[in-house]
């Protein structure tokens, strides 16, 4: 029997988003840390945490000052090639009570400086809820270790109480892995993208609709090999903000280098997706032809359709979409979404209420809140998409689509049908 917590759209788009149950509130209620949670509600995980963020930056290396309970989960990192960058500063008892590590972490830097035998581009100074507690001025500590140190510092803030504040952490480390970023002569045909930590999958369509609008360098800091690269990124005439966490970043890089932004959205719904482009066209002075894209997106959605009929989906939040905006899109597209796992906000609420309008008696649960511990499948479900929602029907076919290589546009619609057809095929023949 399920016993986990859930809300039908039909009910919560009636109570509104100023009314959202406390049940899907993660600050209002104790966390449920499962194997479902744990890649993106650890910072320190796997992904792009507060930790891996901030060594986006290339060149880079971390100082992690935290209790011993923060940082253990650091060292799943190492997996990654990260722990020749990592060092740390361990918190005691004491530490915290007087407040007497904040001398520590300038020698701390100075030693770093000293030990590496090529210097590196910036000390990224990670802190935990801690400093959030006492307060900590984390701009007059990093200003006194780049002294101690003759190295730029800047903090990364690894506050998971402020998750779900108007500036979160992850809107927080995209800011200060831009900080660096001085002004110098802005070149018409360049522009950058921001909103990712890795580059955008290589068959994206923006890219080649950007080249043919007459822009010949597209920077992305998941493309930069050396700091000089990074450097380069203040010679945009303009940024593309990919993901709304990195709005922050833009206005900053908007104030201090006079580089203007557009925002777009990851779209999983064809014809938003040509809006869109359509928009941006008109931004940048250039006519975006999209039309072969649209028409191969098109055509992949109506022959998954034909080849698995409707299907009954459970989507998840572990995955490179927003949960909602892609569970409206599969209902769209003539399916059905039985359960979506995600975290609901002002931001994404307009899609709840389509969803409500579609499909009344959708499932939405949160992931973190403790009743998932009693979840159990009481509905009809046929696939999986998301990493948890595979971890809650193991016995389904389903796909993760949580790949580094971020897909956008078209190119993320033709992924994510390719995935599910290739998954769907391959449990067919089970």
Known sequence: ?????????ADLAERGADNIPDELRSAKHMIYSSPATLDYNSPGAKGFGVKRAGLVIPESVMLLVAPGCCGRNTALLNELGYSERFFYLMLDDTDIVTGRYLNKIPKACAEIAEELDKKPSVIVICVTCVDALLGTDMERV??????????PSIPAYMYALTREKRLPPMAMVRQAVYSLLEPQKRLPNECALLGYFSALDDGCELYALLKAAGIRKIHEIGRCGTFEEYKEISRANFSIVLNAEARYAAQ?????????????TRLYRIDKIRTQYRLLGQAIGAKLDDAAYYAEAAQKIADFREKHGVLRFAVGEMLNADSFELALSLLEYG?????????????NFVFVKRIAAVSPQTRIYSNLHPSMLGYARDCEIDAAIGNDAKYYHKDLPGIGFQE???PFGYRGVNLLFDGLDAALTEGAGA
């Open 252 to 264: 900053d890089m908007q104030k201090k280098l006079g580089i203007p932004f557009i925002e777009l």
């Open 142 to 151: 990093c200003r006194s270790c780049e002294e101690a140190s003759g190295i």
């Open 1 to 9: 029997m399920n016993h986990a917590y859930y809300i039908t759209a």
């Open 404 to 406: 580094e290589a971020q």
């Open 335 to 347: 399916h059905q979404v039985s359960e979506i796992y995600g975290t609901v906000g002002e931001r």
